[in-house]
């Protein structure tokens, strides 16, 4: 018969804790390596057997992954955790270069998730943060993202309104109040490194965006949502360089250097056709102020087949850039 598995909950948490913290593939513990760092990170003393038996009760009721003595013949390591590290590492990264985020804000999650590595996983987090190039130059200086997020999460789920100021810098490099808006909030969306709003704004009877990091002050209400028939899918895949508005149907003639920055832009969904060796032709429908702002790069890509008034537009507006040059 099977021995009664008895439980110690300060123990099995500190046995736990210290298999997590100390504990990989190429740190393997003995049971007298975890008897010291329970010793050395909680105070307490524990037997030989106390150990054995809650590395029992985590593997056989918690189903906690533990490679033991048995299978090493050296001791037991956590063999899989909650977070790989190259997956701790990508977020980590991911919030350096975040440009939506507040400093303090980067760093106090970052040591978060560290805390859920190894100690010998955090040594190398930390050797490769002291040569990474961050963008902490950019990064915001609003400190209330992380709180319009959740404020903002709660409306769309509940369907009403949210006010807030809404923020622009000045030539003083200070962010400086520029309106204050009542919306009907619908979804969060992360693009190009910031987090947006999208909301039905009932001034302009149409959805728009808003940039996270620009909102202070915001404030729920009870005000129901106005109801919109526009698809925010729809918005959102039309919409170039977060510019919203009416779509139109608009073909380019693209040099085939620029076919990958094409794909990556505008997704796999859209009407691609081989003209020749050189070039391609492409059909969008998008809204034509933010794509006139993604053609200005490419400019000696990409020529405007359709519609001719826009083509023409972009034409008068290159005489005008030339007069300042």
């Avoid at 980067?106 to 996983?121: A, F, N, R, T």
């Avoid at 930390?126 to 990064?139: D, L, M, R």
């Avoid at 918005?235 to 919203?244: D, I, K, P």
């Avoid at 020529?303 to 005489?319: F, H, R, S």
Wanted: proline fraction near 1%; include cysteine.
């Amino acid at each position: 018969m099977k021995d009664k598995l008895h439980t110690n909950l300060g123990n099995i948490i500190y046995i736990y804790d210290v298999l997590k913290k100390y504990s990989d593939v190429d740190h393997i513990l003995s049971v007298k390596d975890i008897i010291k760092y329970v010793k050395e990170e909680f105070d307490e003393e524990i037997e030989d057997r106390t150990v054995r038996r809650n590395i029992r009760v985590l593997m056989e009721k918690l189903d906690i992954d533990i490679e033991t003595f048995k299978e090493n013949r050296q001791g037991y390591y956590l063999r899989t955790k909650d977070f790989e590290f190259s997956e701790i590492k990508m977020m980590i990264d991911l919030l350096h270069y975040s440009k939506f985020m507040e400093e303090a804000f980067s760093v106090e999650i970052v040591e978060k998730l560290k805390g859920l590595l190894s100690i010998y996983e955090q040594e190398t987090i930390n050797e490769t943060e002291k040569i990474a190039v961050y963008s902490k130059n950019i990064k915001t200086i609003n400190k209330e993202v992380l709180n319009n997020i959740e404020v903002l999460s709660n409306s769309i789920k509940s369907k009403t309104e949210v006010e807030f100021e809404y923020y622009k810098y000045d030539i003083n490099k200070k962010l400086k109040l520029e309106t204050t808006k009542r919306v009907s909030p619908y979804a969060i969306l992360c693009e190009n490194e910031f987090y947006y709003l999208i909301a039905y704004n009932e001034k302009f009877k149409e959805l728009s965006y808003f940039r996270l990091d620009r909102i202070k002050n915001i404030k729920s209400t009870e005000i129901p949502n106005v109801k919109t028939n526009q698809s925010i899918k729809d918005f959102v895949q039309s919409s170039v360089y977060m510019f919203g508005g009416e779509r139109q149907t608009i073909e380019l003639k693209c040099d085939m250097l620029i076919l990958d920055a094409v794909i990556e832009k505008f997704g796999t969904n859209i009407e691609i056709q081989k003209m020749d060796e050189k070039y391609f032709k492409v059909t969008l429908n998008v809204c034509p102020k933010g794509l006139k702002m993604w053609i200005m790069q490419y400019l000696s890509y990409v020529e405007i087949l359709e519609p001719i008034l826009m083509k023409e537009g972009l034409k008068n507006n290159l005489k005008e850039i030339l007069k300042k040059y």
